[in-house]
């Protein structure tokens, strides 16, 4: 079955500075990858999705992720964060279900706090 | 609607009452999930509707959990005799059959047992 790990539970870095968080997962085939942000008080919004291709992907709001298949993760990376950047951050694996459908698994989570 | 609504927003119950969440995918979009989430925890997986199929159910965690979908529309999730550790917010997310992410969750509902 597939799993997904976030490291860290929660990150504190300084707006401007850059950013990386962790996710490995575990899966037999090739994975779907996926990060999402929860801001507070708002629902689950989609930064990005690796499915197959180039490996470095980008995504909404200045972000990216790298697959690394030899290393089973998925880091997401921003080069200078701002303090609306402050949210939960979920790394999660999807498995096709068939007729275009994912079942996907959530790591736990990390939570960025931005310093000023 | 314009995205994926939910109701009721927050609900309170006592142990062992029922309750009924309900859930109003964005207009057709054929695939609903229900998640649900704890505290300080990731989401988890619960049931899975693609149009007329049959659900697939493998996310529920007790017989006191159930869940329907009339066609493509709104679904509700039913908890039977609600125990605390059934406290969590309870997601809800549409796609299109074959958009193969999960781009549209809803704001959730966050349910407390007392």
């Known amino acids: 079955a597939q799993s997904v790990t976030q490291p860290d539970i929660h990150i504190t870095v300084s707006e401007g500075a850059s950013l990386e968080l962790r996710c490995n997962y575990s899966y037999g085939a090739t994975p779907y990858l996926f990060w999402y942000v929860q801001s507070p008080g708002q629902g689950l919004q989609l930064l990005l999705k690796?499915?197959?291709?180039?490996?470095l992907v980008q995504g909404i709001k200045g972000f990216e992720a790298e697959f690394k298949r030899s290393q089973s993760s998925f880091n997401l990376r921003k080069p200078s964060v701002h303090w609306s950047d402050a949210a939960e951050y979920f790394c999660?694996?999807?498995?096709?279900?068939?007729?275009?459908?994912?079942?996907?698994?959530f790591g736990q989570g990390t939570r960025l706090t931005i310093n000023p | 609607g314009a995205g994926v609504s939910q109701s009721p927003s927050n609900k309170v119950t006592e142990k062992g009452k029922d309750v009924e969440l309900r859930c109003d995918p964005i207009?057709?979009?054929?695939?609903l999930y229900w998640y649900r989430q704890r505290l300080g925890q990731g989401l988890e997986f619960l049931i899975y509707?693609?149009?007329?199929?049959?659900?697939?159910k493998s996310g529920l965690p007790s017989d006191r959990f159930s869940a329907e979908r009339t066609g493509e529309s709104v679904s509700t999730l039913t908890i039977q005799r609600t125990q605390q550790e059934d406290s969590a917010v309870y997601l809800c997310a549409s796609s299109r059959r074959t958009s193969g992410d999960l781009r549209y969750f809803g704001p959730g509902t966050r349910l407390t047992v007392t």
């Open positions: 509707f693609q149009g007329n199929s049959a659900p697939d």
């Open positions: 207009s057709g979009h054929t695939a």
């Open positions: 690796y499915f197959s291709g180039d490996t």
């Open positions: 999660a694996v999807g498995a096709p279900m068939g007729q275009g459908a994912q079942k996907l698994v």
